[in-house]
């Protein structure tokens, strides 16, 4: 799954899986074919047409799948930090979770390593590298019609999550508001509000209608560098109806890296939420990455080379 699509649905995924908006990404295909760069000349009073901005959305589509092909290339660290709130938002308890991200066969796994910021304890700690080499061991022993149609699945997701990114061109009205800095380098800022008779082509992008959101484009590398997406509407879904409510927001932001790729910096998720029309959930959960390296690898991993954040 893109990470553009992962970030637009996450509130959803987050309540309906109890997965973090950061997770599994499906493994690499082949690269797609990159989009005509756009002309962002603008107008005479600075605006960009709406023209101009449907196909800087498309170019941002096409460069969140390739980036998504090197960030396999890195390992991370990452900090989930949960929040229990009350009926006035207030938080009632807080819960800690770190984990070293890496890919193990194409499958980007999770390892737990501490918890309340302190480490696991040994029985916890072997639980987890018992978990990352059953990865490897069901991965080594895989027959070959596993093997294929698990590949064929991959391919199958990759299309919808491509399809999916290009939805979200047709889905909004969006206006360049402005530029300013974001980790030091220059970005667009653009609205995007849900667009009147929007006729979703894919089953997810039927969501999309129920959010608008705040963009921060990077101007050299057309990237998606900031994100800020707010529920504008009650949103039900589920086997057994959950309903987001209205004012459910996620904010995230990403950084350049070793002058090659973008990988997450920052996820803020604030949600309200109530399942089978029973159970009311509000959380706000934040995660944080640092420490990225870049390894090589065959069919696991065999190394790591240190790297500085740009």
């Given at each position: 799954?893109?990470?553009?699509?992962?970030?637009?649905?996450?509130?959803?995924?987050?309540?309906?899986t109890?997965?973090?908006?950061?997770?599994?990404?499906?493994?690499?295909?082949?690269?797609?074919?990159?989009?005509t760069p756009?002309?962002?000349?603008?107008?005479?009073n600075?605006?960009?047409?709406?023209?101009?901005?449907?196909?800087?959305?498309?170019?941002?589509a096409?460069?969140?799948?390739?980036?998504?092909r090197?960030?396999?290339?890195?390992?991370?660290i990452?900090?989930?930090?949960?929040?229990?709130?009350d009926?006035?938002?207030?938080?009632?308890?807080?819960?800690?979770?770190?984990?070293?991200?890496?890919?193990?066969?194409?499958?980007?796994?999770?390892r737990?390593?501490?918890?309340?910021?302190?480490?696991?304890?040994?029985?916890?700690?072997?639980?987890?590298?018992?978990?990352?080499?059953?990865?490897?061991?069901?991965?080594?022993?895989?027959?070959?019609?596993?093997?294929r149609?698990r590949?064929?699945?991959?391919?199958?997701?990759?299309?919808?999550?491509?399809k999916?990114?290009?939805?979200?061109?047709?889905?909004?009205?969006?206006?360049?508001?402005?530029?300013?800095p974001?980790?030091?380098?220059?970005?667009?800022?653009i609205?995007?509000?849900?667009?009147?008779?929007?006729?979703?082509?894919?089953?997810?992008?039927?969501?999309?209608?129920?959010?608008r959101?705040?963009?921060?484009?990077?101007?050299?590398?057309?990237?998606?560098?900031?994100?800020?997406?707010?529920?504008?509407?009650?949103?039900?879904?589920?086997?057994?109806?959950?309903?987001?409510?209205?004012?459910?927001?996620?904010?995230?932001?990403?950084t350049r890296?070793?002058?090659?790729?973008?990988?997450?910096?920052?996820?803020?998720?604030?949600i309200?939420?109530?399942?089978?029309?029973?159970?009311?959930i509000r959380?706000?959960?934040?995660?944080t990455?640092?420490?990225?390296?870049?390894?090589?690898?065959?069919?696991?991993?065999?190394?790591?080379?240190?790297?500085?954040e740009?």
């Amino acid at each position: 799954m893109s990470l553009m699509k992962t970030l637009v649905l996450g509130l959803l995924f987050l309540v309906a899986t109890g997965l973090p908006v950061w997770g599994h990404q499906d493994a690499p295909g082949p690269a797609p074919v990159a989009a005509t760069p756009p002309d962002l000349t603008p107008d005479g009073n600075g605006r960009l047409s709406e023209e101009q901005m449907q196909q800087l959305f498309r170019v941002v589509a096409d460069k969140d799948e390739e980036n998504d092909r090197r960030l396999r290339n890195y390992t991370f660290i990452e900090r989930d930090e949960d929040h229990k709130l009350d009926g006035d938002g207030q938080t009632k308890s807080t819960e800690s979770k770190t984990y070293e991200v890496m890919e193990i066969y194409g499958e980007q796994v999770r390892r737990q390593i501490e918890k309340d910021d302190k480490p696991l304890s040994e029985k916890d700690a072997a639980k987890e590298e018992e978990k990352i080499q059953k990865i490897i061991d069901k991965r080594k022993g895989e027959s070959e019609g596993d093997r294929r149609k698990r590949e064929e699945k991959e391919v199958k997701d990759r299309e919808e999550g491509r399809k999916f990114v290009h939805e979200v061109a047709d889905a909004y009205n969006f206006t360049l508001v402005g530029s300013e800095p974001v980790g030091g380098r220059d970005a667009w800022i653009i609205d995007g509000e849900p667009r009147p008779g929007f006729v979703p082509k894919v089953k997810d992008a039927k969501y999309l209608p129920k959010f608008r959101g705040r963009v921060w484009i990077d101007k050299s590398d057309l990237q998606l560098a900031k994100m800020d997406i707010e529920a504008i509407d009650t949103v039900a879904f589920g086997l057994f109806i959950a309903r987001l409510h209205k004012g459910s927001r996620i904010l995230f932001e990403q950084t350049r890296v070793n002058d090659e790729v973008w990988l997450p910096l920052h996820v803020a998720v604030k949600i309200d939420v109530r399942l089978a029309l029973l159970k009311e959930i509000r959380e706000a959960e934040e995660q944080t990455f640092r420490d990225y390296k870049k390894f090589r690898a065959s069919a696991k991993i065999v190394g790591y080379g240190e790297v500085k954040e740009k």
